[in-house]
């Protein structure tokens, strides 16, 4: 009898063994899938360019941004990268820099700031614009908040000096401005670990503690140089200064120490 | 000001050159990027961030704009897009160049409105602009 059970359970077991292995393939399957998938988007061994940069990468593509569009470059061969799409922004020379953000590109105009998502990186689309008075704004921004300086002077128009908070939470339609805040001459910024280093030109190099990023609070001031752009990378702040550049230890966010300069 | 447009044949790694009119900055693998506006990029070592190394210099013609992915140096040589293979250094070679890609160095006004000296195409590419004295203008916008 319990030899005919066993003969009997035999098959049965095994069918249940097959049927895990099964499920055991087609999750490594998927697994390896995803893997490919994440390796596109974040592995990708880019570096990283300032908030006033015209080019960038995300993922395996380039994207320029010249006076009037944005263009898509495909990257699937890196040495050899082709053309894949353009898309008609603004008029008159009116863009000015491009920063990325996860699937979305953060886009500075002399009149706006566009949102633009890249969920298709190979056909960006406008999801979102926050118009402006006329000025010069580089951009950075995390999934809440995009953090923008408006500047007058040199070949921008306007007559404003400014540091604006947008929530782009929402995602589409016209980000709502949540701050504002009078600068001197600012032009690029730095976003790291809720701080945000905005160059203020000969004015000097602004932390501003953004754990709150509707409600920045300034918390030093670094002068010396006239500042222009910066990167945050781990703990070192590489800025480019007029005549140069200069670069921080951040370890201690709020107060970063020069390291060295670079003139010359 | 004016160019004779050309693709370039190649491009080569020299000596660290001095800034001189400093651009837009980019780090990759503890290697600094800045571009010498209009002429090239900088490549600085930043192993040690409290005491970089200039490596060398990079010419690149109408250079204003970096990024790179992997091993290729994207950048532009005017309004061209130009790749280059960064693999070994004392051996950068140009992977792709693409023609009028973009728009970065407008050929037919300047960057700031106002009169200018009309674009005589006889005279070439147009580069960039300078600010000069000029006398009856014609062109304005």
Redesign the interface.
Same mark, same amino acid.
């Given at each position: 009898m319990a030899g005919r059970r066993r003969k009997f359970i035999h098959p049965n077991a095994n069918t249940k063994m097959k049927l895990r292995y099964l499920y055991i393939l087609v999750f490594i399957l998927l697994a390896a899938i995803g893997c490919e998938k994440d390796s596109n988007r974040s592995v990708?061994?880019?570096?990283?360019?300032?908030s006033?940069?015209?080019?960038?990468?995300s993922g395996?593509h380039?994207y &320029?941004v010249?006076?009037?569009?944005l263009?898509t470059?495909s990257?699937q061969n890196?040495?050899?990268?082709e053309?894949v799409n353009s898309l008609q922004l603004g008029w008159n020379?009116s863009i000015e820099t491009i920063f990325p953000w996860k699937d979305k590109l953060f886009i500075g105009s002399t009149d706006a700031m566009y949102v633009i998502s890249i969920s298709n990186p190979r056909q960006p689309v406008v999801e979102g614009t926050a118009s402006h008075i006329r000025a010069c704004d580089p951009v950075v921004a995390d999934d809440k908040y995009a953090y923008v300086t408006v500047r007058t002077g040199n070949?921008c128009s306007g007559d404003i000096n400014a540091l604006y908070v947008y929530d782009v939470s929402a995602g589409a339609g016209s980000p709502s401005r949540v701050f504002s805040q009078d600068m001197n001459n600012p032009h690029g910024l730095g976003l790291h670990n809720n701080y945000l280093y905005v160059c203020d030109g000969a004015a000097g190099l602004d932390v501003f503690n953004v754990q709150d990023g509707a409600n920045p609070r300034l918390v030093t001031t670094k002068k010396g140089y006239t500042f222009f752009?910066c990167?945050p990378?781990d703990n &070192?702040l &590489?800025c480019?200064?007029?005549?140069?550049?200069v670069?921080y230890?951040i370890s201690t966010p709020a107060n970063p120490v020069v390291?060295?300069e670079?003139?010359? | 000001m004016y160019a004779e447009k050309a693709k370039p044949s190649s491009v080569s790694f020299q000596q660290p050159q001095a800034i001189e009119n400093a651009g837009k900055i980019y780090v990759k693998d503890k290697l600094l990027y800045q571009v010498e506006n209009g002429k090239g990029i900088h490549v600085i070592s930043i192993t040690d961030p409290s005491k970089p190394v200039r490596e060398g210099f990079i010419p690149i013609a109408g250079a204003q704009e970096i990024s790179i992915l992997n091993n290729s140096l994207y950048t532009n040589t005017y309004n061209d897009l130009l790749v280059l293979d960064i693999s070994s250094p004392e051996n950068i070679t140009i992977t792709k160049y693409i023609e009028n890609a973009f728009t970065l160095v407008s050929t037919v006004t300047p960057p700031e409105s106002g009169y200018f000296e009309c674009v005589d195409p006889a005279k070439g590419m147009v580069i960039g602009w300078t600010k000069k004295k000029i006398y009856s203008p014609k062109c304005k916008y």
């Open positions: 990708a061994a880019t570096g990283k360019g300032g006033t940069a015209r080019f960038t990468i395996v380039l &320029v010249d006076g009037d569009e263009h470059f990257l890196p040495a050899e990268p053309q020379n070949n752009d990167i990378v &070192v &590489v480019m200064i007029e005549g140069g550049m670069l230890d390291l060295s670079i003139k010359k | -």
